[in-house]
């Protein structure tokens, strides 16, 4: 049965006595026979449903998932305060006022959002897609007790200038003068790259009541660039995994003695200049996150360039020409048929990956000391089904 009873304090007696007599039986709802304990519904019964009223079968009801948001819905969140996690998309409805809601978690879909107004008692906030740079946040503090995570971008709005956490995941790139310009008030900042390039890591220190800084698989600065301790006085935790070889070095040497005064000190996998070539200047990256290319063939493309470009590396050890030669043609011809086998499973390959697959082949072919690199390049079109 549901026993919820912590979220008592918010609930009117009506609602305890009807939550506190909830069984495991079955009531119809939206023509479709739910659980009375059912605790997460989707549009498939949203949709269905002859009036929102209906949903007051479901006392357990603490998440709703939807694609096809209206106002009534919106409405009939913020008057049941047993509801506390959203995950919203609407096409239709420009606005979108959760403030007499009781919800802790809202996972918002910003495309065609203008308004977006929050209540108190919201913890995190996910905002995903890309929503128009007129976008207004407005939530209690300005954001001072609030989580927000973007994915692929910072998220262009207007709105929680006090925000006191940022998570930002996915990224190709992150610009820290532009983080450190729009919330100045950052307490607790996580960036995950995609593997990412980081621009104005000094703006870093900008940041003045940070506290927590954590991030993974981030490139593009130098051991000059990170700022010093006596920069981030309020630093505590300092987490860096995945990040280049000397700046690695770098910040161990520099933030020791603050580690050993108590600072939370992280800093693993350094790459070398070799990894960032096989994986940050990956040709097939951009294949990650593309409409009609899975993640798994995005991945399988990206394996077939880092042994391409593997390979191509140990010809130039090959004092033989004839030798060097056939293993270049056995390369050439492994590469080929990963792409083959993709393209006979999915036919994803357009115009726009058929040159992306011969334009990797030929950025590697011209790093190496082969004498004619012709005949592998026929070679190339001769084995192609794409």
Not at 170 to 180: E, I, K, L, N, S
Request: one cysteine or more; aromatic letters at 6%.
């Amino acid at each position: 049965s549901c026993t919820r009873t912590e979220q008592g304090k918010y609930l009117g007696g009506a609602y305890v006595a009807r939550r506190q007599s909830v069984s495991s039986e079955q009531v119809i709802v939206g023509g479709q026979a739910l659980r009375q304990t059912t605790n997460r519904i989707g549009d498939d019964i949203l949709q269905a449903l002859g009036d929102l009223s209906e949903l007051d079968q479901l006392p357990c009801l603490t998440t709703i998932e939807t694609r096809q948001g209206s106002a009534a819905l919106a409405a009939y969140i913020n008057r049941n305060p047993i509801i506390n996690e959203v995950q919203w998309q609407s096409s239709t409805e420009s606005e979108f006022d959760l403030r007499n809601s009781n919800v802790s978690r809202l996972v918002v879909h910003g495309a065609g959002l203008r308004s977006l107004r929050l209540n108190e008692g919201l913890s995190t906030l996910i905002l995903n897609g890309a929503p128009s740079s007129a976008l207004r946040i407005d939530a209690p503090h300005a954001g001072r007790f609030l989580r927000l995570l973007c994915s692929g971008a910072l998220a262009p709005f207007h709105g929680l200038d006090q925000l006191a956490r940022l998570s930002l995941s996915a990224m190709p790139a992150v610009d820290f003068d532009v983080v450190a310009q729009r919330f100045p008030a950052l307490t607790d900042l996580t960036v995950w790259g995609k593997p990412g390039l980081a621009s104005n890591v000094t703006s870093i220190a900008r940041l003045d009541r940070l506290r927590s800084f954590t991030a993974y698989e981030l490139f593009g600065y130098g051991p000059d660039d990170f700022p010093a301790p006596a920069q981030l006085p309020a630093l505590s935790s300092l987490c860096l995994t995945s990040l280049p070889l000397d700046a690695a070095k770098a910040i161990k040497a520099s933030y020791k003695k603050a580690a050993a005064l108590g600072l939370d000190l992280s800093v693993t996998r350094p790459r070398k200049p070799e990894w960032l070539a096989e994986n940050l200047h990956n040709a097939f990256r951009d294949w990650d996150g593309r409409a009609h290319i899975s993640a798994a063939y995005a991945k399988k493309a990206a394996q077939a360039y880092k042994k391409l470009l593997a390979t191509a590396r140990t010809l130039d050890g090959v004092s033989d020409a004839e030798t060097a030669q056939a293993m270049a043609q056995e390369m050439v011809t492994a590469y080929v048929s990963v792409f083959n086998q993709i393209e006979r499973r999915s036919s994803i390959i357009e115009t726009v990956e058929r040159d992306e697959i011969y334009v990797a082949l030929e950025q590697v072919l011209t790093q190496t000391q082969l004498p004619d690199v012709a005949p592998l390049y026929a070679l190339f079109d001769r084995l192609r089904d794409f």
